[in-house]
């Protein structure tokens, strides 16, 4: 058999079993290959992680030079709280859980965003669960003489009243106390807004002076999202980004490898976990020296960290450090404007320098529009018609392909199985006839990171979350409830084949007949926005393809009636 039809038939065969395997994993059966289901996912190390077997993370203080290093700070042996309180804060956007126990925020509900299959449940961002371990904590470290500072391990008092954001903003304080330091907790909550004001206030109420410093950590479990897709693959992992080493990403496999690349030692930019749609990230005060440390503290358990020294306080005085946290969706304008570089959690990979111009226009489109299928629409319009002279070229080169098609399947009934003679003849024809074989390939090839880039964003921007399109499109996020986009989509590719010239092998006919049934079926499962990408692009592409056709059959026709 030729090499070729073997090769075909292997690249078909294993795309099938690829489809029946991802349709199995996505009907929550096991994998043909191994490995844990969508539904029972588990971490890299196997471990499920729960809120009971979790052990906090303290880390130490940096040493200054010169200066004596500090006792053990609390860890795993530290004595255990007796008291601990949950306390509820709920603004227009958040709704937040507090632990009293380290202060910490130990839940965050995004009342925005509807959980994914369950329009009436909130987006669960941070939670304390058997099934989600993943919370924002800070504390003070740098006590001398076996003491400890006020931890996330330390019990702390509620100060402020107030439960609910009835004004502009909502201030939320914590107090403790704890080896001669009291150390106040304030969350500045703001209507409308993720990013959260963290103020610490640090007074030394001892009879020496103390040098504590300040860490800001986020912990997390290595386990996917529970709306993680089979089908496609987003970032899920922690992020450091400075003004010397820009964005640094890295994987829980990574950081369970020590092989995580980051900064450790700067002075500017932010710490944060990174997932698809959403993100949490702590901004420290900026030009002020600080550690950074991205470690796995215990199996399948994570945690991003910075720590700053304070500096000595004096018997009587206060220090005080201000910080920011971000818990909500990836809101690229938001971000940017709390933090530089902090827009880049949207990851859209090594083609970002194309994606972030497309997502600008998108966002103007929808300031035009209203309606982020529309805004789709009309993008791809766009772009097809940007790309129109590179099209022009290749449907003129496919179409002269198609009219020479009869002679090239008389030159191959010729010479048979002599392919050197059939090559020559071929060659010979497409001189005579000006055709460049590749002329319809070449300028596709210019196009496609621009169609790689959008695809990223429309995978990637948040924005396409919940937003609907048109009667039964209710969410362009998920797949299409009824099918229809896929079955569309298949539609138009099968259109495209037969308006393509017909490959002069029939087994790469049969092929390329059966490619739409593949990539169809695989869109089945999709986001709806990208699938209504796709058929624009198809519609757009048959359009202008049987238009540029058209007019060289009537100029073909004119000519010959000459």
Known sequence: MDIRRTVLWMIFSFSLLLLWNNWQIHNGKPSLFGGPTPAASTPANGT???ANNATPSVPSAPV?????TPSAVPGAAAPVPTRSEEV?????????TFDTLGAQLVRAELLKYPATGQPDKPTVLLDRTAGLNYVAQTGVVGAANGQNFPTHQTPFRVVSTDRQLTG???DVTFEAESGGVKVTKTF???RGRYDIDVRHDLANVGAAPVTPALYLQLERDGNDPADTSSFYHTFTGMAVYSEQDKFQKMTFADIEKKKANYIKQTDNGWIAVVQHYFATAWVPPQGKPRSNEVLEVQKNLY???TIEAVGEIAPGAAARVDSHLWVGPQDQKAMAALAPGLELVVDYGWLTIIAKPLFTLMTWLHSILGNWGWTIVALTVLIKALFYPLAAASYRSMARMKQVAPRLQ?????????KQKLNAAMMEMYRTEKINPLGGCLPMVVQIPVFISLYWVLLASVEMRGAPWILWVHDLSIRDPFFILPAIMMATMFLQIKLNPTP????QAKVMMIMPLVFGGMMFFFPAGLVLYWCVNNTLSIAQQWSITRAMQRKAEAAASR
Do not use: F, Q, S, W
């Open 48 to 50: 499920p992680a729960t």
């Open 64 to 68: 200054a030079a010169g200066a004596t």
């Open 88 to 96: 509820v804060i709920t603004t227009d956007v958040l709704r937040l």
């Open 168 to 170: 502009d903003n909502l």
């Open 188 to 190: 500045t909550l703001h």
């Open 303 to 305: 945690a991003a960290r």
């Open 410 to 418: 008389a030159l191959k009934e010729k010479y048979g199985d002599d």
């Open 504 to 507: 002069p092998d029939p087994v």
